[in-house]
């Protein structure tokens, strides 16, 4: 898999629909980086967000695109593998980016990377366990 651009903040707020296209913004977060980290809402979807059932058909259209450089069954490996780097590279990252910010906005994000690290720990228990 080639590293690639990443946004590293994809969510639905943060796509628009302009002119018949869609508009990614805020890309305060991105960086080069394995092209799985972008899918956050996909490895650890909340339960209380709509369209939450659709996201195994999202995963398995993503995955089709990187069809090229893989075949779709080591992509599904590479994906297993790849939840919880995910959650370590979003770690990582708001460490940093809080850790840059003015107090005041600190306080916006001060719940993120506790929110990454527990992630990170439920991967990590869920890999003992099988």
Known sequence: MPQTLIHSDLHLGNVAFYKDSYLLFDWTDSCISH??????E?????????FSSALKDLQEEYLAQ????EPMSRLLEA????KPL?????????????ACLEPRAKQELSNALPHFL???LKC???????
């Open 42 to 50: 996909l490895f650890f979807p909340r339960q209380d967000k709509p």
């Open 118 to 120: 527990r992630e990170l």
């Open 66 to 69: 990187w069809t090229a450089y």
């Open 124 to 130: 990590t228990i869920e890999l003992v366990e099988k």
């Open 79 to 82: 994906w297993k593998l790849t």
């Open 35 to 40: 092209p799985f980290f972008d899918m956050f």
């Open 86 to 98: 995910c959650a370590l590279h979003h770690a990582v990252s708001y460490q940093h980016i809080v």
